[in-house]
């Protein structure tokens, strides 16, 4: 490419940075069109809403997921000079967009657990330990110029970075579980079946909504979660391990938003 600077990299390497930007780009460009294809819902949403917390939460979720997935877009295509600066302040965002859409399941669980105070505070304790462990993210990579250029490469990735995403997947795993089984013990009828179970089909039809978009955050999250997880650890170049992060926070962003708008 006569813009990134590739033919100064080992062909093997400059392969895996090129893959690198490409998911990176898609990325950014999916989660644009995301917001575009919303911004009618989020500005109803904005009019409308009338607990301001929970709107200030889900603004701020959306703009710090945003923030990181389109700074790590330009910085794996754009010449931005100092990397690690640059690093540092992109992976800044990651808790900002992380843990916000942690909290939009923890408002929800707080809904449907109302009056349960201990459990409230073991969800808000969960919280924080997922939030406490996104704060370690600008501090888990390293980077460093191309050569002599102003362009970038991410060039390690340290070996306790995973818990920023294992943590989080464990917060999810018990929040989707707990509202699902207070969901399925508000039902009509006992579930005589494994479709009624999967799918509450006995459930009151609010509840059923609840549920179903529930198992649709959580199917989808545990999945990217588990890749990155996978990736994180397995011995491959490190733009292929930050790679896997950008679209895995795009994807709990647009699910968590998702599931707070539907509610």
């Avoid at 479709?195 to 649709?216: C, I």
């Amino acid at each position: 490419s006569p813009a990134i600077p590739f033919q100064l990299l080992p062909p093997s390497v400059a392969l895996q940075f090129q893959v690198d930007s490409y998911i990176t780009v898609a990325t950014a460009g999916i989660f644009i069109w995301d917001l575009l294809s919303n911004f009618a819902a989020d500005w109803h949403l904005f009019r409308t809403s009338r607990n301001k917390l929970y709107l200030m939460v889900y603004m701020i979720s959306r703009a710090g997921s945003m923030i990181f997935v389109l700074g790590r877009a330009i910085f794996t295509t754009y010449p931005v000079g100092n990397c690690e600066i640059a690093n540092i302040t992109i992976d800044s965002f990651y808790p900002v967009g992380v843990a916000g859409s942690c909290l939009l399941l923890f408002f929800r669980a707080r809904v449907v657990y109302h009056g349960h105070r201990r459990l409230i505070a073991f969800f808000a304790f969960l919280w924080v330990a997922a939030f406490g462990t996104c704060l370690v993210a600008p501090f888990g990579t390293l980077a460093t110029n191309v050569q002599s250029t102003s362009y970038c490469v991410t060039t390690r990735i340290m070996p306790f970075v995973g818990a920023i995403v294992i943590v989080p997947t464990i917060y999810d795993t018990v929040i989707f579980l707990a509202v699902s089984y207070k969901l399925m013990s508000h039902s009509f009828a006992e579930a005589r079946g494994l479709q009624e179970h999967l799918l509450g089909n006995n459930l009151p039809e609010f509840s059923r909504a609840m549920f179903r978009d529930s198992q649709k955050y959580y199917l989808i999250t545990v999945i990217a979660n588990i890749v990155t997880i996978c990736l994180m650890y397995a011995p491959v170049n490190a733009a292929y391990q930050i790679a896997s992060n950008v679209p895995n926070v795009m994807l709990t962003n647009i699910m968590a938003c998702y599931v707070y708008r539907n509610t």
